[in-house]
């Protein structure tokens, strides 16, 4: 893209390079997608017969995580909504959110999503997601993490730099 005096307009520029393959894949169906193939490989060839009272106890340990999991994106999520920034992870950020689950980990949405992904499997009694588990969260560090965080760095710089010293990836 070009402005009036025919330079490339540099965000666009830097964004289309930047991002690409696994990166342009919303985190949510990077889950989601291994989840269900999970689910339907459990129903079709499952890997365990789980007697009612174990079902019943893995029931709400789902429920549980998938609450905890959910509000622990929700909450996430919605500080950066009052940030003022950005949730999508190949788009710039404008501010730095260190507040909430961000004072420990610098990836709680991730984290909170995971938590969901293990509540479903729990739910449904399914080990077949377990082993499919390692797909989405191997694609998040090795790819989109790495980019989220060289956009922050350019667009922040050393306040986060500071930061990423600071506070852990995940746990």
Same mark, same amino acid.
């Given at each position: 893209?070009?402005?009036?005096?025919?330079?490339?307009?540099?965000?666009?520029?830097?964004?289309?390079?930047?991002?690409?393959?696994?990166?342009?894949?919303?985190?949510?169906?990077?889950?989601?997608?291994?989840?269900?193939?999970?689910?339907?490989?459990?129903?079709?060839?499952?890997?365990?017969?789980?007697?009612?009272?174990?079902?019943?106890?893995?029931?709400? #340990?789902?429920?549980?995580?998938?609450?905890?999991?959910?509000?622990?994106?929700?909450?996430?999520?919605?500080?950066?909504?009052?940030?003022?920034?950005?949730?999508?992870?190949?788009?710039?950020?404008?501010? #730095?959110?260190?507040?909430?689950?961000?004072?420990?980990?610098?990836?709680?949405?991730?984290?909170?999503?995971?938590?969901?992904?293990?509540?479903?499997?729990?739910?449904?009694?399914?080990?077949?997601? #377990?082993?499919?588990?390692?797909?989405?969260?191997?694609?998040?560090?090795?790819?989109?993490?790495?980019?989220?965080?060289?956009? #922050?760095?350019?667009?922040?710089?050393?306040?986060?730099?500071?930061?990423?010293?600071?506070?852990?990836?995940?746990?």
């Amino acid at each position: 893209m070009e402005n009036r005096n025919g330079a490339a307009d540099q965000s666009s520029r830097a964004t289309a390079r930047r991002a690409r393959g696994w990166e342009l894949i919303p985190p949510p169906l990077l889950f989601v997608v291994p989840l269900l193939l999970g689910v339907l490989l459990e129903r079709r060839f499952p890997l365990l017969d789980v007697e009612p009272p174990v079902a019943r106890g893995l029931y709400w #340990l789902g429920i549980a995580l998938i609450v905890i999991g959910a509000g622990h994106a929700a909450t996430s999520a919605a500080l950066f909504l009052r940030n003022r920034t950005t949730i999508i992870p190949h788009h710039r950020s404008k501010a #730095l959110v260190t507040s909430g689950a961000y004072r420990w980990t610098r990836n709680p949405m991730y984290l909170g999503l995971t938590l969901v992904y293990l509540g479903v499997t729990a739910l449904v009694a399914a080990v077949w997601p #377990l082993v499919l588990l390692p797909l989405p969260l191997l694609i998040v560090n090795a790819y989109v993490i790495p980019m989220e965080e060289r956009l #922050l760095e350019e667009a922040l710089g050393s306040t986060y730099l500071q930061y990423k010293a600071r506070v852990r990836r995940w746990l």
